[in-house]
Every structure is written in C-alpha cells, then in structure tokens.
C-alpha cells in the first residue's frame, strides 16, 4: 500500500529513502518527485532516463524557475492553484519555494486567498488529497482510513466545512482549509509533511446555492445535526484514536453550536485542539499582553469591548478572561471587565444566548443606568460611549464596523488605545489599519486578523502586526507531537500564549509592532514549542521522558524541504 520508506541513521538523520517506484509512478508521485534534480545514478536505477530534460538542476535552481512561473499568474486565486499544483507535482519543491518567500505566499496558500479557494472548490477541483468521510459512509470509517496516505500519521486537521472564515458554510470545500492549515504546520512549525491527514466530515450543507449547484462535489442534502451529528463524530473520533492513539487532532471551521461542544467532550480525553476558539485565543491574547506592555496599563486596569461573540470572538475573551485571573483577579471580578456584542447588540440577561456566551452577559440594572441612542439595541457605539474601553477587538465579519466615530470616541478617553480588527478575509475587516492610525493622531495600538501592508502616517512607515494564528498553533502542534502529550491543558496554552507574546519586538520599542514578521515563524514556533512541551513535563502530561535533550530534540524534528538519496527495493 505505502510507495516509500524513510531510513534514518542511530541520530535521526535521514540517510536515503527506500521506494520499489519507478519510471512515471515515481514521477507521479508527489511526496518522492525530484523533477529534473534526479541525478543521473538515480535516472538509470529507477528507469527515469529519456523521461527528463538532460539537465540535472538543484532545488534552489528549480525554486528560482518556480518563483518566475508564479509571477506569470497575476490574481491571488491563481498564484493558490498554481501553487496547490505545484504541490501535487513535487512537495519538496513547493515548500522550498514557498519558506523562500513565506510573506509574500502565505497569504495566497491561506489567509486571505484560500477563502475564495474554498468557495471555487467544486469548480477547480483536480486531485484528491487527504480524506472525505461523508455520513453515508459512517459505518466504513476503520476502512476509510486504511486509505490513507502516509502509513503513520501525528496530526490531523479536521472540519465539516460549517463555518470558513468569514464566509459561513461551504460544505465539502472545507477541505482546502485542512489541507491549507497542514500546509501553515509544515512552513511554520517545522511539522513533517509525510505524517499529517487531512480530513474533511461530510455532513451536508445547508447553504442553498451549493444545494443547488450541479457542480457541487459534496453530499446533496442538508446538514446532519443533533443526535446523529453526534453519534458520527464519536463513531470518528473512536477510529481515529484507536488507529493512531498518539494523534494530535486539530478541529477547525466547525459551527459555533458544534465546535465548543466537541472541545469540551474530548480534550480530556484526547490530544485535541480547536484553531478557531484556541488557536485565535492564543494569538490574540500574545497581542494584547505585548499591547498592555505597550500601554503602560496594568492588565487589570483595562477594559475589554469584543464585536462578534461567536466561536472566535468568545474563544477569545475566555483567553484573556484567564490571564486577568492569572493577575490575580476572581472568574467574577475578571469578567466584569468584558463587554461583548453580537448581531442583536449588547450580551445582557435578556438576550437570547448560547451556553457558551452566558457568563458574558451583562446585568439589565448596568445598562439601565447607561446613556443611550435607543434601548431596545445596545450598539456598539453605545458600548464604547459609556464603557470607555481600553481595548477593542472585533470578530463580527461586518466590514467598517470600526467607523471613525467609534474610533474617534474611544481615543478621546484612552492615552493608547488596542484596538484589533480581527475578522477576515482582508474584504471582511472591521476597520483599515491606515484609518485608524489617523482616527487617533497614531497612537493606536493595532494588530488585523488580515495582512495589511505598511502604513504611511506623518512622515514614518509602520508595519501592522496581523494577529495570524500562524504565529500559534504550528508551535503548540510541534510542542505538543514531539512529548507525545496527552492533553492539551490550559496551562500549555498559557505557556504557549507567553511565549509568543514575549516574542513581541513592542518589548524593545512600545511603538513596534504587536508581532514578529511571519518570515520569522519558524523562530517563533520553536520558542512556543518549548513552552509547551516544559508544562506538559510539568503536567505529567508528556509520555516522552527527555527533558534534557527538549530543545535539541526539536529542533531535529522539524523537517526542512531537502532531496534525500533514493535506494531500490
């Protein structure tokens, strides 16, 4: 069934790869393709002579071809497909040109680009990759899983496609964001390629016009939910573990009614991680405690203003809600410091809430006494005019949220005011950062959910920090794989989220950016990896005992795009 074997010396070396390939399977065959960088000894050996140009190149000569190839394409859609088969024809290749120009590509394999991927999935479709187990199928789930590619697997990322981004249900074409996220874990984090499963749950969708779409590659119908929704990710997650007990398993895109309830089931059960509530968590809260280094306000003293109490928008305040109880302060006394606000305004007592949304509502006795424009909504200006917060974050999808006057008012009452427009794609945020150095004379404090380029403002350029989740979860996946945990506790996450925020270059100049560039993600994720893994020692959390050799060992392990010698078998 498996084309290869990876043969490491007494250090963990790579020495060669055993393959019975020849010919044009082995050309076809992504992850053992070399292209033109086969020498001659290993055209003869493995039939591959007359089948490729004369020339025998290196990696960077070909990365150097790729890179002029990419520059021929010139919408962000087709630089994603030219790179996504780019990786179906020669893996190696693809990440030795995309960590050559991280910046630039990120953006165009994940955020923002691979949204419209995910929307034009049915039509672009052209190579399987990963696993579809739809609920049709959900009595052959261990059979399923014999199919997979890569005979041993250490992390997964799995979605039903419910909630994309910013851009609601899309079904089978969630896919793109497993394999994107799988991708960012490689580039960033150092995670081999050759032991990561995507999987998309097929449970349906209830967006009508993929319904209604012939094109449309997913299960016609529309989604299964309560019970039988449940009963299917059990039936899953029982065959995933036992398959691979050690996995670390990564939810992401799942719908606000199912992702926190799925957490909540497994993680103490499991190696299992939500990106959307954790991930984002995570990156956020690292902004925001650079951002109160910053401000030169005690964390205990600020005031929190969240626009969009989804997954994220709530995954969020619970991240920042645990560093003030870190500051010394009780749940209660923490939380009387957030005010959050979804499509029908204000959380209050009377709102019709989810259980998750709940200790974030605030009483009807508080607003009563507030100044407003009309009681029956709570709106964000509102909010702003009579919290005063220090720090605004928004999750709501709704583009120029932020206006000038609710920029210009909470600036008139804050010295630095943090102010982070998270939602993406960039179409999607709630405010542009160039407009918002304006709306306070600079003296906001800002980290996007969405790349943005260099802001010119009175003479100086200023980078704006994107608050990528790029920065997080490749670090706590390598962290968490490498000691084998058992769990991913909230103390790892903590661990993570002090790591990263200690990266912040705001700590040499409280007028840098919140976050490092995302050239330096590798860095950063070996520093959140050891993070993770020294607290999950200190949890009893690791089943990997070497603490001595912590850092060496992961720096050993995380893969780097290199040919390796081939041996016949």
């Known amino acids: 069934m498996f084309k290869f074997k990876i043969i490491r010396n007494a250090a963990g070396t790579i020495t060669h790869i055993d393959t019975h390939l020849t010919g044009n399977d082995l050309l076809s065959n992504s992850k053992l393709n070399k292209g033109c960088a086969f020498d001659q000894e290993e055209r003869d050996l493995f039939g591959l002579t007359g089948l490729l140009p004369h020339q025998v190149e290196t990696l960077d000569q ?23 088969v780019l ?13 050559q ?21 049915s039509l672009e479709h052209r190579k399987a ?102 009963d299917f990710i059990a039936a899953f997650v029982s065959a995933l573990t036992k398959k691979f007990p050690s996995i670390f398993l990564h939810w992401e895109d799942l719908g606000r009614d199912n992702a926190r309830r799925i957490l909540q089931q497994y993680q103490h059960q499991l190696c299992t991680f939500n990106g959307d509530m954790q991930g984002t968590g995570v990156v956020a809260l690292a902004c925001v405690l650079a951002g109160v280094a910053a401000s030169g306000l005690p964390l205990s003293k600020h005031r929190v203003v969240i626009f969009g109490a989804g997954t994220a928008g709530v995954g969020i305040a619970d991240q920042i809600q645990h560093a003030f109880c870190r500051a010394g302060l009780s749940a209660e006394e923490a939380r009387s410091h957030f005010w959050l606000l979804d499509k029908a305004g204000l959380l209050t007592s009377e709102s019709a809430l989810l259980p998750f949304q709940t200790p974030y509502a605030r009483s009807n006795e508080e607003i009563r006494q507030w100044s407003v424009r009309d009681p029956r909504y709570i709106s964000l200006y509102d909010v702003i005019n009579n919290v005063k917060p220090t720090i605004l974050i928004g999750c709501s999808t709704v583009t120029g949220a932020f206006t000038e006057e609710i920029i210009r008012l909470m600036a008139s009452h804050v010295e630095r005011p943090i102010i982070m427009p998270m939602s993406n794609p960039t179409s999607l945020s709630e405010a542009k950062p160039e407009e918002v150095l304006k709306w306070t004379q600079g003296k906001a404090i800002i980290a996007t959910g969405s790349p943005f380029g260099e802001v010119h403002y009175e003479g100086k350029w200023f980078r704006i920090a994107q608050s990528n989740n790029a920065l997080a979860f490749p670090g706590i996946g390598l962290g968490a794989i490498t000691v084998k945990a058992k769990r991913i506790s909230d103390d790892m996450l903590w661990a993570a989220t002090q790591a990263l925020s200690e990266c912040s270059p705001t700590y040499q100049d409280k007028m840098a950016p919140l976050l490092p560039k995302l050239a330096e993600a590798k860095m950063v994720s070996l520093k959140v990896a050891l993070a993770v893994a020294k607290q999950a020692y200190k949890e009893g959390l690791a089943q990997v005992s070497d603490l001595e050799h912590l850092e060496k060992t992961l720096k050993n392990s995380m893969w780097e795009p290199q040919y390796h010698p081939y041996r016949k078998v």
């Open 129 to 230: 990759r990963g696993l579809y187990i739809s609920y049709a199928d959900r009595n052959k789930i261990d059979s399923i899983l014999q199919h997979r590619v890569p005979p041993e697997v250490d992390l997964t990322v799995v979605t039903d496609g419910e909630a994309v981004l910013g851009i609601g249900d899309q079904g089978i074409g969630g896919i793109n964001i497993s394999n994107a996220k799988l991708m960012v874990y490689t580039l960033c984090g150092g995670i081999n390629p050759h032991r990561v499963l995507p999987i998309q749950l097929d449970v349906g969708t209830n967006n009508p016009h993929l319904l209604n779409d012939p094109m449309y590659l997913g299960s016609r119908h529309e989604r299964i939910t309560g019970a039988e929704y449940d």
């Open 87 to 99: 990786h179906d024809y020669n893996e190696t290749l693809f990440y030795k040109l995309v960590s």
């Open 62 to 84: 070909q990365a150097a071809r790729m890179f002029m190839q990419y520059h021929e394409h010139h919408t962000c859609l087709g630089k994603n497909i030219y790179l996504n």
């Open 101 to 121: 120009h991280l910046e630039e590509m990120l953006p165009i394999i994940y955020t923002p680009t691979v949204g419209e991927a995910v929307q034009r999935f």
